[in-house]
């Protein structure tokens, strides 16, 4: 393969088979960290940027704006860098410190607002922030990633057609949602392309996306504070809840017990899958989405510090020893 840009570096035919999420069936994990910028989000970005030149609302006078969680702001600041345009990535605490250098070393802005919004999470105020932002700059184009059709399309053009060309006929699609789109995009395409698989949506308790009571929420990817309008494009089959602490114990024990290092929101999933499992035959072709990998998640999730200061009920490895306030060691 000789790829032409950074952005073309998709690989989204990659799965792997896991065997310790069920006790009888593999659960076969569509593995996105491999793309450019290493998330399943280089997909929406360089498809919401590619309509928006095309309708001819971003200009090369523009300059360009978007609210994220993380992914989606890092895949927008390789594109944008590639096309010539500046960004500005409104993101929150919640942003893993890795993504957010990353994202600046792509020359982007990131503004990080630490108020809360109405239902406790910073969504609401990260989106108050970019409407304040393009009533002031009418050359500010804003991707709206929670609006944009094209976020859903990306995956039904890309991911899902994926998922197909490995698996045929699955029985069962585990799918995290944040903006919802990849959920939609997916939904949209199985309804018509294989309307026997059961959807399965997965999402973070304390999220608001599906009508559930707010909470805090700490990782980064999955939930919202504020449903998104994209939403409505999503039909699946059943909904499951996952404490973000459950999410937080499967990416540990993937990662000491099985050498699989994924995000927070693949673990997520993945809990999903296991809280599922009565309903899954043992003969049942299981595929689940992981939207990255955990290496960028070094001072969040795989940090004994930050685990137990968001998690204080949490229990700690046994195999962690630590030594003082800069130094931990795993022995
Ligand atoms: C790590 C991670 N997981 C899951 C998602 C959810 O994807 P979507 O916004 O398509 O619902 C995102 C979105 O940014 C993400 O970054």
């Not at 700059?137 to 399309?153: F, G, K, M, P, R």
């Not at 504070?225 to 999410?247: C, G, Q, T, Y």
């Not at 049942?284 to 960028?296: H, L, M, Q, T, Y």
């Amino acid at each position: 393969m000789i790829a032409k840009s950074f952005s073309d570096l998709v690989f989204d035919d990659v799965f792997m088979e896991l065997s310790e999420v069920l006790p009888q069936t593999p659960v076969f994990v569509k593995l996105e960290g491999f793309s450019a910028t290493g998330s399943i989000k280089v997909k929406s970005a360089v498809r919401m940027i590619e309509r928006l030149e095309l309708e001819n609302r971003l200009r090369p006078e523009c300059s360009l704006i978007e609210s994220s969680s993380g992914n989606l702001g890092l895949a927008l600041s390789m594109a944008c860098a590639a096309k010539g345009y500046s960004f500005t990535c409104v993101s929150d605490p919640n942003i893993s410190p890795q993504t957010a250098k990353m994202i600046e070393s792509y020359g982007a802005r990131l503004l990080i607002v630490k108020q809360h919004d109405k239902n406790g999470g910073f969504l609401g105020s990260r989106i108050d922030l970019i409407n304040a932002m393009l009533a002031a700059d009418h050359n500010l184009v804003w991707t709206n990633q929670y609006e944009s059709i094209n976020n859903v399309e990306a995956h039904y053009l890309t991911t899902a057609p994926a998922i197909l060309r490995q698996f045929p006929a699955p029985d069962y699609v585990f799918v995290g949602a944040g903006t919802t789109g990849t959920l939609g995009g997916i939904s949209r395409y199985l309804r018509q392309q294989s309307p026997h698989t059961k959807l399965i949506a997965v999402d973070s308790a304390g999220s608001v996306t599906f009508g559930q009571p707010s909470g805090p929420r700490y990782i980064a990817g999955l939930g919202t504070s504020r449903p998104p309008k994209i939403r409505k494009h999503s039909n699946f089959d059943a909904l499951v809840m996952v404490k973000e602490e459950d999410a937080v114990r499967m990416c540990h024990q993937l990662a000491y017990k099985k050498g699989i290092l994924l995000g927070g929101s693949s673990g997520t999933v993945l809990c999903a899958v296991q809280q599922y499992a009565p309903q899954i035959s043992r003969s049942a072709c299981v595929v689940a989405i992981s939207p990255d990998f955990g290496d960028r998640y070094m001072d969040t999730i795989y940090n004994p510090r930050w685990v137990a200061s968001h998690f204080p009920h949490f229990y700690a490895p046994k195999s962690t020893v630590e030594l003082s306030d800069e130094c931990v060691i795993f022995t």
